[in-house]
């Protein structure tokens, strides 16, 4: 499944944008809140042209950067209870059960990387099932990842994967599937937090990364952690 989900993602790319002479623009967290606070319309209209079936090639780098980290401010991780209800789903062989849950997580978030992935991996089996007679085909897994891949490539625009320029992320399980399906990275030795970063030792490189580490800053990741917190506190104090 590894190999297939690598096959699949890397055949969507032509050129790594890792690999690529660029500038790192670095997320401004106070100015995205501020963005969001201001005209979250704004936002919600750039969140669906970054989501649309067809890339928006009007998009600039910063609309795309604005439209996935303020999405996080738009919905602060509402989708979470239904993403752990999509994977029981799968994990029980409730297959069709699981992708429909996905697609009311995408309703929450359009951009959510473990949604977009689990569809596309579900409707590509689906297109391949030569003994269904189901009508999807293997555009219509495409899409999904399509969509997957865009959101890689905002995150990559954020950083190096150095201390210096650590990778943006809003969810930790963002940085498992950007390593993954991005950067073919799944070998790991630890994980390792500091006040603002995620660092990962890695086992094994890949071409698209060969530094021994990788860093991920997860400001809003300890924010959304904080907030939940506090509103478990708040319902056991009812």
Known sequence: MKH????????????????????ILPVNWKQ???DVNKDPQKVKD???RLSATSLDTTLTYQDRILAFYGQSFLTNDEEEK???????QKDKGHITESLETAKKILEINPLNLEALNH???????????????????????????????????????TGDGSDKHPFYVTKVSDEYCFMRFYLDLWEYQM??????????????????????????EITRVYEL???QFLKKKKSYSR
């Open 225 to 227: 952690e904080r907030m």
């Open 82 to 88: 239904l993403k752990i209800k999509m994977y029981d």
């Open 119 to 157: 569809a596309g991996q579900i409707l590509h089996a689906m297109a391949n099932d030569s003994t269904a007679n189901n009508g999807i085909t293997k555009e219509d897994a495409k899409q999904y990842f399509n969509r997957a891949m865009r959101i890689f490539n905002t995150i990559a625009m």
């Open 4 to 23: 297939l989900y690598t096959l699949i993602f890397l055949l969507l790319v032509s050129t790594n944008i890792i690999a690529q002479e660029r500038e």
């Open 46 to 48: 750039l969140v669906a």
């Open 191 to 216: 994980q390792a937090a500091t006040s603002c970063c995620d660092i990962i030792t890695l086992k094994k490189n890949s071409k698209y990364y060969n530094q021994p580490k990788i860093y991920f």
């Open 32 to 34: 995205i809140k501020e």
